[in-house]
């Protein structure tokens, strides 16, 4: 089995920054690619960035240069940078990992979720 721990959220003001952790553990062969998604109250779970064993990465329209993702794979762990943060960015923010367990057996696996909150 796999788990993933998010961290960092909380309470920060409009323009200001927030970084969020994601940690992943258990059985872990490899892991291909890690993402943060998002969900407001009422609304659909959005991705916000996601990054590859190779460092690729992706982002969502809405985050316009103002996000970095990173990773370090040798401890599994995510890193989300959050920087000039506006009230829209509230929602609770999931980490989100493709793990192979194994050669041949992968799975998707998500965190508890983690609440960041930007007040105007």
């Known amino acids: 089995q796999v788990q993933l721990v998010e961290s960092g959220g909380g309470l920060v003001q409009a323009g200001g920054s927030l970084r969020l952790s994601c940690a992943a553990s258990?059985?872990?062969?490899?892991?291909?690619?890690m993402s943060w998604y998002r969900q407001a109250p009422g609304k659909q779970r959005d991705l916000v960035a996601s990054i590859t064993a190779d460092d690729s990465t992706n982002f969502g329209d809405f985050v316009k240069g103002r996000f970095t993702i990173s990773r370090n794979s040798a401890k599994n762990t995510m890193y989300l940078q959050m920087s000039s943060v506006e009230p829209e960015d509230t929602a609770v923010y999931y980490c989100?990992?493709?793990?192979?367990?194994?050669?041949?057996?992968?799975?998707?696996?998500w965190g508890q979720g983690t609440q960041v909150t930007v007040s105007s």
């Open positions: 989100h990992a493709h793990v192979a367990t194994s050669d041949y057996l992968t799975n998707d696996y």
């Open positions: 258990g059985s872990i062969f490899s892991i291909n690619v």
